[in-house]
């Protein structure tokens, strides 16, 4: 990038790897220019338009700076990818020339390593690309450039360049054998598959099942084929196959409509976009912040995967049993005289996000919510700590805005309560419910003396008391796979006794997650 040598030379560059990121960092997936929600799929499928024409363009810009303010939030770090800052508009409409203000935010951002750039081989934030970037993402960073006064934390795989390149070719081989592996999935993991990104709406027909598992071989066929003739398989070269209007540049998005030869092409975009998005996220250690109403990183299936978290229904388990939930939330009816009105997050700049985060509040919320991520199995001593610092939290955020937004045509108010979800051993806890049927001492007979693995999915969940529904876009979760911890049965049962949980009947092993359509 044409950037002058006295601006590079100011801005300093602190590379650090992986286990230096903090332990909630996070890697929104709306940030991905190719990123769109199933309504504008559908519009563009069925219509000439693309990603250039003016109201898609406006929804994905609006859809993408909403995600990334819910990730500024609600995450002590947010890991983006140095390209996105001037290949992707999503990113660089917040430092646009002339737009000093939040130029000067995004860059305290930046300074402050709240925002940390990954970077590919390269040593400098900017450093020239290897590939094509826009003259407008250019000039956008050239004029963001100026405002950077401290070191950049940006984040690589390793320091030194062999061990570096050794990871970034795991990180490639990892994406194509993710692909070339489907056909070894077994009929209930394909269901699992399916039902995720279908956004579980509907059970899944023995008909469905089998077509999808065709189109599954399809795709894996042709990224075999793919590496063999190239040597190389990239999300691009799957896009052109099977979702991409012939002739067309990916970046435009002309995607096909779903046909009869291929009624799953925006599952198979979902999967491929899931993978591509959390392929990152998996080798940083760290995770990725899902979009509303989009499948979290268990659709995949993989090795990640943990038995047992069904997630193919989740809203249906809030929607349908959401009094059970909320009667065991020790907080939560004395609460109600309390509700609150809360921001859209589309309405918030960076400017709001930095004062948020400067909330005593929020530092609390954020230092158990860190501590969870880092020991999953602490969720039992951690719980209610955690669940009445997130309730604090957006008390805070409610009476700011009150006090700094014309809130007086406002009726819609919102309660806020936190559930955990853990899957161990094929079973589902669920803290924040307490069933006198389902004692503990009862309930660890059913599990294993070791299981292995261990999920997690944490749901930050807002509430209108009158329709008793979720609000989506005021409230997100975040997944953990642990693979690779072992627990003991008389852990699981420390883990039961320390706090608020119990566990759900495998018939009833729906979980919440309040970010589905």
């Known amino acids: 990038m044409d950037i002058t040598a ?89 430092y646009m020339p002339g737009d000093t203000e939040n130029a000067i935010d995004f860059a305290t951002l930046l300074n402050q390593g709240v925002v940390v750039p990954y970077l590919f081989k390269e040593k400098h934030i900017f450093d020239d690309f290897d590939f094509d970037t826009s003259t407008e993402g250019q000039n956008a960073a050239r004029f963001l450039s100026q405002f950077i006064r401290n070191s950049v934390r940006c984040v690589r795989f390793s320091l030194d360049d062999v061990i570096n390149q050794e990871k970034i070719t795991k990180f490639t081989f990892n994406f194509r054998k993710y692909f070339v592996t ?45 590496f063999d ?44 976009d899931l993978k591509y998005n959390t392929n990152l996220p998996d080798m940083l250690g760290r995770y990725s912040f899902t979009p509303t109403n989009m499948p979290t990183r268990s659709a995949l299936q993989d090795d990640f995967q943990i038995l047992g978290m069904d997630s193919a229904k989740v809203e249906q388990f809030l929607e349908n049993d959401l009094d059970k939930l ?9 609460n109600i005289q309390k509700a609150m009105i809360l921001p859209s997050l589309t309405e918030l700049s960076l ?32 719980y209610y700590d955690f669940q009445l610092a997130f309730e604090k939290l957006q008390a805070d955020i409610s009476e700011w805005y009150r006090k700094n937004y014309d809130t007086s045509a406002i009726t819609s108010v919102y309660e806020s309560f936190a559930t955990i979800v853990l899957s161990i051993a094929s079973q589902t806890i669920v803290f924040g419910i307490k069933d006198p049927g389902l004692i503990s001492a009862v309930a660890t007979s059913v599990f294993p003396e070791v299981a292995k693995g261990i ?42 006794d320390r706090s608020n949980g119990c566990i759900l009947p495998l018939s009833a092993s729906m979980v919440a997650e309040q970010d589905r359509s």
């Open 182 to 226: 489907l056909p070894l999935l077994d009929d209930w993991l394909r269901t699992n598959m399916l039902g995720e990104l279908s956004g579980g709406d509907h059970e899944i027909t023995a008909e469905e099942l089998q077509l999808f598992k065709r189109h599954l071989k399809e795709l894996s066929r042709y990224v075999e084929d793919t």
């Open 455 to 496: 999920s997690v999915k944490m749901m930050m969940n807002v509430i209108d008391p009158v329709t008793r529904r979720i609000n989506k876009e005021r409230s997100y979760s975040i997944e953990i796979m642990r693979n690779e911890l072992e627990i003991t049965v008389d852990e699981v049962k420390q883990l039961l």
């Open 6 to 94: 006295a601006t590079t030379d100011a801005t300093s560059v602190t590379i650090i790897t992986p286990n230096q990121l903090n332990a909630g960092a996070t890697i929104p997936q709306a940030l991905d220019n190719q990123y769109v929600p199933d309504a504008l799929f559908y519009q563009i499928a069925n219509s000439p338009k693309n990603f250039l024409s003016s109201d898609i363009a406006a929804a994905k810009m609006n859809n993408a700076k909403s995600e990334f303010i819910r990730a500024l939030l609600y995450s002590s770090q947010v890991v983006v990818n140095r390209a996105y800052l001037t290949n992707s508009k999503l990113v660089y409409q917040f």
């Open 326 to 334: 909320v009667a065991g939330q020790r907080r939560f009816m004395a």
């Open 351 to 382: 400017k709001d996000v930095l004062r948020i985060r400067n909330f005593e509040s929020w530092h609390e919320f954020i230092r158990l919510q860190n501590k969870i991520l880092s020991d999953p199995l602490t969720v039992g001593t951690h």
């Open 229 to 272: 003739e190239k040597g190389d398989v990239s999300r691009n070269d799957l896009y052109m196959r099977f979702l991409i209007k012939p002739g067309t540049p990916v970046s435009e998005g002309n995607y096909l409509a779903a046909d009869n030869s291929q009624p799953f092409r925006l599952h198979l975009k979902k999967l491929i």
